[in-house]
């Protein structure tokens, strides 16, 4: 079982950075894959990143490349979203996701993830 608690959301204006954190309970961390999702109101939840349990992949949906940075410390039981350049479309519930790394692994479907957390809320104003 893995516990996952999202942090460091808010409201930023157009142009702004903010790092979500997102912190796990659980010894077996490093063994995770873990990805970012986020739901915008009346849309279906999307891919924003992943990385591989080692840290040695990450994935990016093409609306954030460039923008958003995903990375870990399996130290600190912990994986982050650096957001730059962040745009009114990037506006939404974030969450993140972990599953148990496996081979052919899919990490752009959330269907692949088994633990969530609860989400934290971002708004990036015009």
């Known amino acids: 079982q893995v516990q996952l608690v999202e942090s460091g959301g808010g409201l930023v204006q157009a142009g702004g950075s903010l790092r979500l954190s997102c912190a796990a309970s659980?010894?077996?961390?490093?063994?995770?894959?873990m990805g970012w999702f986020r739901q915008a109101p009346g849309k279906e939840r999307g891919f924003v990143a992943a990385?591989?349990?080692?840290?040695?992949?990450?994935y990016y949906a093409d609306s954030v490349k460039g923008r958003f940075t995903i990375s870990r410390d399996n130290a600190k039981n912990t994986v982050y979203l650096q957001m730059n350049s962040l745009k009114p479309e990037d506006t939404a519930v974030y969450y993140c996701?972990?599953?148990?790394?496996?081979?052919?692994?899919?990490?752009?479907?959330?269907?692949?993830?088994?633990?969530w957390g609860q989400g934290t809320q971002v708004t990036v104003s015009s």
């Open positions: 659980g010894r077996t961390f490093g063994f995770y894959n």
């Open positions: 996701a972990a599953a148990y790394a496996a081979l052919d692994f899919g990490y752009t479907r959330a269907t692949e993830y088994a633990y």
């Open positions: 990385i591989s349990w080692s840290g040695g992949t990450t």
